[in-house]
């Protein structure tokens, strides 16, 4: 049996989850990474807006709520302008706002999570900040190309990531 599940997110998740994301704003401050989520990202309209929508999800280890994560085949708004190139134009999963519980049962839990998206497209794009090494890191071990820079609504700037299991057109 596998140490982790992912199903959608409910109503009910919401303080585990929030709780989630302010040890993860945390982490992201103590390593090198201040500015992707400052002290207010992800707004909490936000995360009670992709529970609503079915785009939230769990994983979940034997101790609770390992991650969460934002996970919809969808076109992301923000991608529709790269410096650099996608790999394809094909229809695309997308994964926003993981973040992994600093409990040490969710250890592996993001790595989990990232292939679990993987696995229910096959073509997944993904952003991240220039500071965030970890998740850097990550995409890099799990076989995602660097395809360029892609701007938030804000004018933030994001490096962006790809893999896919389909034949490059």
Request: proline share 4%; aromatic share 10%.
């Amino acid at each position: 049996m596998d140490k982790f599940s992912v199903r959608a997110a409910g109503e009910n998740d919401f303080e585990t989850i929030c709780n989630i994301y302010s040890e993860a704003r945390a982490f992201m401050r103590a390593s090198g990474n201040p500015n992707q989520w400052r002290d207010n990202r992800p707004a909490l309209p936000t995360v009670e807006r992709d529970i609503q929508e079915g785009k939230s999800h769990v994983c979940i280890c034997e101790s609770g709520i390992a991650a969460v994560f934002f996970y919809s085949v969808e076109d992301e708004p923000t991608y529709a302008r790269i410096d650099g190139a996608w790999i394809n134009d094909a229809p695309y999963g997308v994964i926003h706002r993981l973040a992994r519980s600093r409990n040490a049962s969710a250890s592996g839990a993001g790595e989990f999570c990232v292939e679990w998206c993987f696995a229910q497209c096959g073509n997944l794009r993904v952003d991240t900040h220039r500071d965030n090494a970890p998740m850097r890191n990550l995409l890099g071990k799990l076989g995602f190309s660097y395809c360029g820079v892609i701007w938030l609504e804000d004018g933030d700037e994001r490096l962006a990531y790809q893999k896919t299991g389909m034949l490059a057109v």
